[in-house]
C-alpha cells in the first residue's frame, strides 16, 4: 500500500491535486470497504474514500439529534 501512494508522489514528496479522482463504481455509497481490492492503486483509493465517505455531505439542512436542556432548583428551609 505504501509503495501505491509513493510511486505517485511528484519531485516534491506530495501526491498530486488529483490523486483521489476516480470514476466511482455504482453502489459505492453502500458498499462495504473491504470489498475493495486494496492491492491495486484503484482498489486502493476507492478504499480510503469509503473509509472518509459521509453520506450527509453536501446536505445544507442536516437534522440533528435532539438535545436537552435540564434545570435545577433548590430550596432551603
Known sequence: MQSIVTS?????????ADFFTIPLPQGFATA??????IRTP???KLWVLSQNYSPSF???NVKS????VQFGLKVYF
Open 65 to 68: 439529534i435532539a438535545r436537552y
Open 58 to 60: 453536501g446536505n445544507l
Open 32 to 37: 462495504n470497504a473491504n470489498s475493495f481490492d
Open 8 to 16: 505517485a508522489r511528484n519531485a516534491k514528496g506530495a501526491l498530486p
Open 42 to 44: 484503484n482498489g486502493y
